[in-house]
Nanobody
Framework: QLQLVESGGDSVQVGGSLNVSCSISGFSYTRYCMAWFRQVPGKEREGVASIGTDFGTRYADSVKGRFTITKDKNTLYLQMENLRPEDTAMYRC??????????????????WGQGTQVTVST
């Protein structure tokens, strides 16, 4: 059974940097998509970045040039730079066990972590 556990969330000041991680266990798929989403209470879940076996990485326009998604064997990472107050959210990693285009839509993913909170303050 695939399990995803996020860590690294923190409170940072505007313009700061933060790296969050997602520990992956029970994952043995040769083709996949993985992604980071974020959610603020009262708002829809927003796709931030994705990475997959077939078409590489994809980023939301709001984070292009500031966020970088990477993955090694057992961990998914999100490196965040030049953070803004609007980046404040619960960040959750997601996965699916097939390839193709890794569109940033929650319906495209069937495994989810519980999330880690990122707060950006002025």
């Amino acid at each position: 059974q695939l399990q995803l556990v996020e860590s690294g969330g923190d409170s940072v000041q505007v313009g700061g940097s933060l790296n969050v991680s997602c520990s992956i266990s029970g994952f043995s798929y040769t083709r996949y998509c993985m992604a980071w989403f974020r959610q603020v209470p009262g708002k829809e879940r927003e796709g931030v970045a994705s990475i997959g076996t077939d078409f590489g990485t994809r980023y939301a326009d709001s984070v292009k040039g500031r966020f970088t998604i990477t993955k090694d064997k057992n961990t998914l990472y999100l490196q965040m730079e030049n953070l803004r107050p609007e980046d404040t959210a619960m960040y959750r990693c997601a996965a699916r066990a097939w390839g193709g285009h890794c569109y940033l839509a929650p319906s495209q993913f069937n495994f989810w972590g519980q999330g880690t909170q990122v707060t950006v303050s002025t």
